[in-house]
């Protein structure tokens, strides 16, 4: 699964275990319409492991921890089923020790989906998947939203109560003061979890936003396509362009927007031979045969907010249709733009290149909340069509 896809339940008892290579702290939160849970009783994991409908089982230290949901014993009024992850140990991120959740029928073990949160960082605790009921329905959502102060944030943030200790009264110090307390969180608190952040350090995802103005993207870096919380506008143009090395000959390249499904699917893609896709939500400036003149040499105008749900991820490709390799190409790069305003909100420069004929540049990611996010890639693979593009695109999302 990409983030913010989502597949109905096949099963009534499913089990969601999440693996990493190091040790973890998984939870699951029950909660209501408004979005919190109804006490604290509503907060699984392994010091409270049972709640309605839903427990906390031990992988033993040699099998993933997992969270246990049964649909039929879910009480009314619970509409979501969050599932929950940290590392065991004090402080460490996820940076590079990205995890895995897998969706199970709980009674036959059968796999239903995966999901692994791509590009984390400075993430501290992550919402993984989330179990919801739609139109009398249960279905599963890859969520992958990073929290920046430990597990203590997602509780808070889901109306869990976390008891700081009270301040000190001002008076004399006594001859050898006993150590503060530990936090306390009702339900017994875990014992490797990290002391809550101070109160100003809110919830964050460790990625970037527009709220500084233009973003310059190195390799693998995501940007959040909002400003100050806000969804900018939807219709972006994404551009594209190069010029001949070293005064060399003219150089066809191609520029492309594959389209996904949540299951990584082939949707449709659009290039010079195919101009518009997904009912005109994207659509192609028409082709370049020499990468001439200044500025954008292809542009691609997408209009988010037109992109049907079952597309979750784009990816924006270039290819060599005249076989030349990018060691032969300058100053190739994309940039995303808004359509309103022109205004350019993010740029991706290939400094570097590789003897190829394709490279995937950037994609966009939907995410559950509904918007999206850009991430460069600036990957080498060899294809000069598009065609040959769908394959080593999908393994990026």
């Keep these: 699964m990409t983030p913010g896809s989502n597949i109905p339940l096949s099963a009534a008892r499913v089990a969601v275990d999440v693996a990493a290579p190091v040790r973890l702290d998984v939870s699951g939160l029950l ?41 039929t014993a879910v009480p009314p009024g619970i509409e979501k089923i969050i599932v929950t992850a940290s590392p065991d140990a004090a402080g460490q991120t996820f940076q590079g020790i990205e995890p895995t959740a897998t969706l199970r029928g709980a009674d036959d073990n059968s796999v239903l989906a995966t999901f692994t949160p791509p590009q984390l960082g400075t993430e501290t605790a992550l919402v993984i998947v989330e179990i919801y009921l739609r139109n009398g329905a249960w279905k599963a959502r890859a969520v992958g939203q990073g929290y920046a ?11 869990v109560t976390v008891e700081e ?63 100050g919380g806000r969804p900018l506008l939807s219709q972006v143009k994404m551009g594209l362009g190069w010029e001949p090395a070293y005064r060399g000959k003219d150089i066809d390249l191609d ?18 031979g195919k101009l518009t896709i997904l009912n005109g939500a994207i659509k192609h400036s028409g082709d370049n045969l020499t990468g001439e003149g200044g500025g954008d040499d292809e542009v691609i105008v997408v209009d988010l907010g037109r992109i049907p749900q079952e597309a979750t991820g784009l990816v924006f490709t270039v290819n060599s249709f005249s076989g030349q390799k990018f060691t032969e190409v300058a100053k190739a790069y994309c940039r995303l733009v808004d359509a309103a305003t022109d205004e350019e909100l993010v740029r991706f420069d290939l400094t570097s290149a590789e003897p190829q004929t394709g490279v995937l540049m950037a994609k966009l990611i939907r995410q559950f909340s509904g918007e999206w996010e850009m991430t460069a890639i600036g990957d080498f693979v060899k294809a000069r069509t598009v065609r040959n593009m769908v394959k080593p695109g999908a393994q990026t999302l």
């Design 165 to 227: 200790p009270p301040p000190a009264q001002p008076q004399a110090p006594a001859p050898a003061p006993a150590p503060a307390p530990a936090p306390q969180v009702t339900a017994p608190p875990m014992p490797s979890t990290p002391p809550p952040a101070p109160p100003a350090a809110a919830p964050g995802t460790g990625k970037i936003n527009l709220d500084k103005g233009r973003v310059s993207l190195q390799k693998n870096q995501t940007v959040s396509l909002v400003k």
């Design 31 to 71: 909660l209501t319409a408004d979005g919190k849970v109804r006490s604290d009783d509503d907060f699984i994991f392994y010091n409270q492991p049972a709640g309605p409908g839903v427990t906390y089982r031990s992988g033993g230290g040699t099998a993933p921890d997992a969270i246990v949901v049964d649909t």
């Design 149 to 159: 102060n430990g597990l203590t944030g997602i509780a808070t943030d889901f109306g």
């Design 255 to 272: 520029a492309s927007v594959i389209a996904y499904g949540p299951q990584r699917n082939h949707l449709d893609s659009c290039y010079f």
